[in-house]
């Protein structure tokens, strides 16, 4: 018998559809992220690399997705160096997604 989440890991390069910026240090970017989409549940994360200067990855919860149209919302506050920079990424860079 097969475990549930066996071979439910992947690594995509997602782009960056949306970046949005609101009160309190919180975002809400946009990924264009068909594989993520697809399997995606809101409330659960995916490790991305928040700049490539910094190799360790950030778990970031999903929001919500569009199974349809491809893409995931992740949710997240500026804390640290890691979300510092991810704030500065914009529409059109690509990332990296560990789902």
């Not at 910026?21 to 928040?50: N, W, Y």
């Not at 950030?58 to 149209?69: F, G, L, V």
Request: charged share 20%; proline share 7%; with cysteine.
């Amino acid at each position: 018998m097969s475990k549930p989440h066996h071979n439910s890991v992947f690594l995509e390069e997602a782009e960056i559809i949306s970046h949005q910026a609101f009160d309190g240090e919180q975002f809400i970017m946009r990924l264009l992220s068909p594989h993520c989409a697809a399997k995606a549940k809101p409330g659960s994360f995916v490790h991305l690399t928040c700049d490539p200067q910094l190799p360790m990855r950030r778990p970031i919860s999903i929001m919500r997705s569009s199974y349809n149209e491809g893409w995931i919302d992740l949710l997240y506050k500026r804390v640290g160096r890691g979300t510092t920079l991810l704030a500065q990424r914009q529409p059109g860079e690509k990332i990296s997604i560990l789902g």
